[in-house]
């Protein structure tokens, strides 16, 4: 059974930076792709970032230079660094494995970034 655990969650002023850690068990974590979730209050869950197994990233629009996925396969890890936080980014991150549907999350960290 794969198990996500979360860290690195807080509040931050607007402009500043925080880094998200995702550690993986259970899974051949070095051949999956891993992803980050957010889902703020009356929202739906959305995509943030992924990375694949071979190190490509994809981001969403909203976050494209600000945000940087990167995993560390001997340690099991995905990190989500985000700099230049804005108040719309406030949520609730998740870090996931095998996809939206099928796949197994973390409980989740809170980022609120105040204004």
């Known amino acids: 059974q794969v198990q996500l655990v979360e860290s690195g969650g807080g509040l931050v002023q607007a402009g500043g930076s925080l880094r998200l850690s995702c550690e993986a068990s259970g899974s051949i974590f070095s051949l999956d792709t891993m992803n980050w979730y957010r889902q703020a209050p009356g929202k739906q869950r959305e995509l943030v970032a992924a990375i694949t197994s071979g190190g490509r990233t994809n981001y969403a629009d909203s976050v494209k230079g600000r945000f940087t996925i990167s995993r560390d396969n001997a340690k099991n890890t995905v990190y989500l660094q985000m700099n230049s936080l804005k108040p719309e980014d406030t949520a609730v991150y998740y870090c996931?494995?095998?996809?939206?549907?099928?796949?197994?999350w973390g409980q989740g960290t809170q980022v609120t970034v105040s204004s």
């Open positions: 996931n494995i095998g996809g939206f549907v099928f796949g197994s």
